[in-house]
């Protein structure tokens, strides 16, 4: 299931770790032969505002809310009609919650707080990996302030098997020198560890100098422990610990097991373009060629789900063709409709959605993101942001609750 994502708060890791989705509009100049998207209408409405979100029991999402004593955003949980501020440091900057899952009455998270360690005193400070049960927190990682080197870890994933609970994520120990106000610009990753914790205690799974690794995803079957993630540019599966590089991948971001299959989502690059990608017992099974990325996949029987989103083109002012993401659940490799904003008639105006976790439930499907609405082509300045869940492809509102979703989970 789910893994993580890009977070609407930018701090300096952003520059150097791999990502398992693009979060932010993307415009690029293409050449001005490219094909254009056709199958979405170009009209009004300028505004895409799905009703509000019908709050259903059994349906938990994770993110991040204003509010609490976080000025960036802080954790949340929104679980039936409650949303639940997790409990976060009083000096912390920010705070995200990146996975959820739910065993029996017990609600865990996985994120991070940032704990308002901050070298150059600018009001960012650095994520403390943090895994949170029934809103209360427990920190992976302690505060490094050395001199000349600081850590940042982040949890990414979170699973409960025979009552322990597993954990994934990375630590990075980056260098920064002269802590002044501009420190993220100048950092430089030293060491960067894939992680996993067991029950609170650490378990490294790659350790790589001067390059990023991380694991985003895991899932554990009959006590085997799968981790999905990355080392470098290059796709790894881990299981108890031994590593899988997997086929011409970049990036896994999510691991789902059935019995004896593994199912690994990820992303994998070519041609100066990035492909989502499911590989199963480690072999690719299809590459969903018109897609931008994979974050994450579900598994029912033979059916095979995955979250992203795919590229679309149109012609705009600012260059000849602007590119957009398109938020998609794909079903065996085939588009599973999801309704999402259509292009403006405008040619300075641009919609961009983007879909981060996927859930299926009985005969229901469940899908949280965002939709983006840019007034300039090339600029989020005067555009609006719209979190989203879809069920069954029909969307609805989070705002005012969870205004970035990243995960959910479904218990009926």
């Known amino acids: 299931m789910k893994t993580k994502s890009k977070f609407l708060i930018c701090l300096m890791l952003v520059c150097f770790m791999a990502v398992t989705c693009t979060d932010d509009l993307s415009v690029a100049r293409a050449d001005a032969d490219a094909p254009i998207?056709?199958?979405?209408?170009?009209?009004?409405?300028?505004?895409?505002?799905?009703?509000?979100?019908?709050?259903?029991?059994?349906?938990?999402?994770?993110?991040?809310?204003?509010?609490?004593?976080?000025?960036?955003?802080?954790?949340?949980?929104?679980?039936?009609?409650?949303?639940?501020?997790?409990?976060?440091?009083?000096?912390a900057w920010a705070s995200n919650a990146i996975d959820v899952f739910v065993s029996g009455n017990d609600v865990y998270v996985a994120g991070w707080d940032d704990r308002g360690w901050d070298p150059g005193d600018i009001?960012?400070?650095?994520?403390?990996?943090?895994?949170?049960?029934?809103?209360?927190?427990?920190?992976?990682?302690e505060l490094d302030d050395e001199e000349e080197y600081l850590v940042d870890s982040r949890a990414n994933a979170v699973f409960v098997w025979n009552d322990d609970v597993y954990v994934a994520g990375s630590q990075t120990k980056v260098g920064y020198g002269d802590p002044g106000p501009f420190w993220y610009y100048n950092a430089i990753i030293v060491e960067s560890k894939a992680m996993v914790w067991k029950n609170g205690e650490p378990q490294t799974l790659s350790a790589l100098e001067g390059k990023s690794a991380g694991a985003n995803s895991v899932f554990v079957s009959d006590g085997d422990v799968y981790v999905a993630g990355f080392e470098g540019s290059n796709a790894i599966l881990w299981k108890n610990g031994?590593?899988?590089?997997?086929?011409?991948?970049?990036?896994?971001?999510?691991?789902f097991v059935v019995g004896t299959d593994v199912y690994v989502a990820g992303i994998t690059a070519g041609s100066g373009s990035t492909s989502a990608v499911v590989w199963k017992n480690g072999v690719p099974q299809y590459t969903i060629s018109d897609s931008n990325y994979a974050s994450s996949v579900?598994?029912?029987?033979?059916?095979?789900?995955?979250?992203?989103?795919?590229?679309?083109?149109?012609?705009?002012?600012?260059?000849?063709?602007?590119?957009?993401?398109?938020?998609?659940?794909?079903?065996?490799?085939?588009?599973?409709?999801?309704?999402?904003p259509q292009q403006p008639q405008d040619l300075n105006e641009i919609a961009s959605s983007?879909?981060?976790?996927?859930?299926?439930?009985?005969?229901?499907?469940?899908?949280?993101?965002?939709?983006?609405?840019?007034?300039?082509?090339?600029?989020?300045?005067?555009?609006?942001?719209?979190?989203?869940?879809?069920?069954?492809?029909?969307?609805?509102?989070?705002?005012?609750?969870?205004?970035?979703?990243?995960?959910?989970?479904?218990?009926?």
């Open 37 to 91: 998207d056709d199958e979405l209408p170009i009209e009004p409405p300028k505004l895409w505002n799905p009703d509000p979100w019908d709050f259903e029991e059994g349906v938990y999402i994770a993110g991040y809310s204003a509010g609490g004593v976080a000025p960036g955003g802080v954790a949340s949980v929104l679980g039936g009609s409650a949303l639940q501020h997790l409990a976060t440091s009083e000096e």
């Open 123 to 141: 009001g960012h400070g650095v994520a403390c990996a943090t895994v949170w049960k029934n809103g209360e927190a427990q920190y992976l990682t």
């Open 242 to 255: 031994t590593r899988q590089m997997l086929f011409a991948g970049t990036n896994a971001t999510s691991v």
């Open 298 to 340: 579900f598994v029912v029987g033979a059916d095979v789900y995955v979250a992203g989103s795919r590229l679309g083109f149109k012609h705009c002012d600012r260059y000849p063709i602007c590119s957009f993401n398109i938020a998609m659940v794909w079903k065996n490799g085939e588009s599973y409709p999801l309704s999402v």
């Open 354 to 412: 983007n879909c981060y976790s996927v859930f299926v439930s009985g005969d229901d499907v469940y899908a949280v993101g965002m939709s983006s609405f840019d007034y300039n082509s090339g600029s989020t300045a005067g555009g609006s942001e719209i979190p989203v869940i879809w069920k069954n492809g029909t969307p609805q509102r989070l705002s005012g609750l969870v205004e970035w979703p990243s995960a959910l989970f479904v218990r009926k």
